[in-house]
Structures are given as structure tokens and as C-alpha cells.
């Protein structure tokens, strides 16, 4: 491969120099340069090329991923002010109710039906339903709204994984690990992720989300 041709001391903007001749010439005038220049003026061009397309690819992955957790966070906007709302509503009720909770003087047998005299039935139900539904913590919220668009990553997250390699200066990079185990798993169409997985890149608030009861969780981890 260009990227891995030991190209000594010849320096970036030398390469492009050199691609650049390659992108100003035709095929065949190409031909006319003595083979050993013109072998080395296709490596440069392709070598160059490959770090612009993997450029593009990064930046493209960069956009989706973005998306994806912005179209995320406007929805967990939604659901604060839902929960807001369910929480005032709760509050509106309850002060409906203690007094009655709260008098000695009405029969223990009586509460119930003086408690959904002042609020029916259906509505003490309706609001249980809806702060139960959103009885989730922010990271929770968060992660229950990513689930729904982890088809939408899955569409281009293996390809990414299967022609890139990534890399870090540091050795031993958690991060770096876990990709080339997605990597592997993707190929081998293993779902589950082992159990020795690295997760010390997650940040702390996520981790609950990521490791459950049951062990790591794919989706929140990926």
C-alpha cells in the first residue's frame, strides 16, 4: 500500500508536489517519464490520495455520528419538558389529595372514594402512567433515544471499521482496543461483546448504561 512505503526523507509536500504532476498530466503522457519516475510519481499521487480519501471518510463519519447524537439531544430536550410537565402535574395532585391523606377524621374505608372525588380515577392513572414512563434518569433518557437510531449507525459503522485501521501513540489505548474487538466481531457476525471488553474510555455518568446486571450492553457500548 502507498501509506506504507518508506518514503525516507522525502516530505509530505514533496509527495504532493509530485501528485500534483500526476493530476495535471494524462495517461499517456504519464508514460513518456522513465519507469522509475513515474513509478514514484504514482506512489506519491496515490499515497496523497488515500490520506484525502481517508480525510473525507473520518469527517463524513465525524457528520453522521453528530447527527445521530443531535437529532438525540433535541429529543431528550422533549422528554425533560415532559417530565417537567408529569412532575407538576404530580405535584397539582398530590396537593389535591393530602388533605384528604392527612384527616384523621375520614374513615380509612372513605379515603379512596374522597380521593377520586376530588381527582377521578382516570386521571390519577393517567398521570401515574406518564411520570412512570418517563421515570428515567438523563443518561437513561439518552441512551433509550439512542437505541431507537443504532440501525442508523449500524448502516455505515461496519464498513468505517472494516477498511480503516485506527491507531494512538499511547500504548495500551482502550479505545483503540475496543474498536479492532467491534471490528472482529462485525466480521465473525458476533453480537454479544465479550465479557473482558475494555470500557475504561466510557465517562463515568454513561458507565451504569453500559454495564448492566446482565454484562455490557451492545448497542451502549458501540
Known amino acids: 500500500l502507498p501509506g506504507d512505503f518508506a518514503w525516507g526523507a522525502v516530505t509530505l509536500n514533496r509527495r504532493r508536489q509530485w501528485a500534483n504532476v500526476v493530476r495535471r498530466h494524462y495517461t499517456q503522457a504519464l508514460?513518456?517519464?522513465?519507469?522509475?519516475?513515474?513509478?514514484?510519481?504514482?506512489?506519491?499521487?496515490?499515497?496523497?490520495?488515500?490520506?484525502?480519501?481517508?480525510?473525507?471518510?473520518?469527517?463524513?463519519?465525524?457528520?453522521l455520528?453528530?447527527?445521530?447524537?443531535?437529532?438525540?439531544?433535541?429529543?431528550?430536550?422533549?422528554?425533560?419538558?415532559?417530565?417537567?410537565e408529569a412532575s407538576t402535574e404530580g405535584a397539582q395532585l398530590f396537593v389535591r389529595m393530602a388533605p384528604v391523606l392527612l384527616d384523621l377524621k375520614t374513615p380509612n374505608e372513605r379515603v379512596r372514594d374522597e380521593v377520586f372525588r376530588r381527582a377521578s380515577r382516570e386521571r390519577v392513572l393517567a398521570v401515574y402512567e406518564r411520570t412512570k414512563k418517563l421515570d428515567l434518569?438523563?443518561?437513561?433518557?439518552?441512551?433509550?433515544?439512542?437505541?431507537?437510531?443504532?440501525?442508523?449507525?449500524?448502516?455505515?459503522?461496519?464498513?468505517?471499521?472494516?477498511?480503516?485501521?485506527?491507531?494512538?501513540?499511547?500504548?495500551?489505548?482502550?479505545?483503540?482496543?475496543?474498536?479492532?474487538?467491534?471490528?472482529?466481531?462485525?466480521?465473525?457476525?458476533?453480537?454479544?461483546?465479550?465479557?473482558?471488553?475494555?470500557?475504561?474510555?466510557?465517562?463515568?455518568p454513561w458507565v451504569k448504561a453500559v454495564r448492566t446486571p446482565n454484562g455490557i450492553d451492545r448497542q451502549a457500548w458501540e
Not at 35 to 49: G, I, M, N, Q, W
Not at 65 to 84: N, T, Y
Request: charged share 30%; glycine share 6%; net charge positive.
Open 31 to 63: 508514460r513518456r517519464y522513465p519507469e522509475a519516475k513515474r513509478h514514484t510519481l504514482l506512489l506519491a499521487f496515490l499515497s496523497v490520495r488515500a490520506e484525502e480519501i481517508t480525510d473525507a471518510i473520518i469527517e463524513m463519519l465525524d457528520v
Open 65 to 84: 455520528v453528530g447527527r445521530v447524537f443531535s437529532k438525540s439531544d433535541e429529543q431528550l430536550g422533549q422528554v425533560k419538558v415532559e417530565k417537567a
Open 137 to 204: 434518569s438523563t443518561v437513561g433518557a439518552l441512551f433509550a433515544i439512542l437505541s431507537r437510531r443504532f440501525s442508523n449507525l449500524r448502516q455505515f459503522v461496519p464498513t468505517v471499521l472494516e477498511l480503516l485501521r485506527f491507531g494512538s501513540p499511547r500504548a495500551q489505548n482502550e479505545l483503540v482496543e475496543a474498536l479492532e474487538i467491534l471490528r472482529a466481531m462485525d466480521a465473525e457476525g458476533r453480537r454479544k461483546v465479550p465479557e473482558g471488553a475494555p470500557t475504561g474510555f466510557v465517562p463515568r
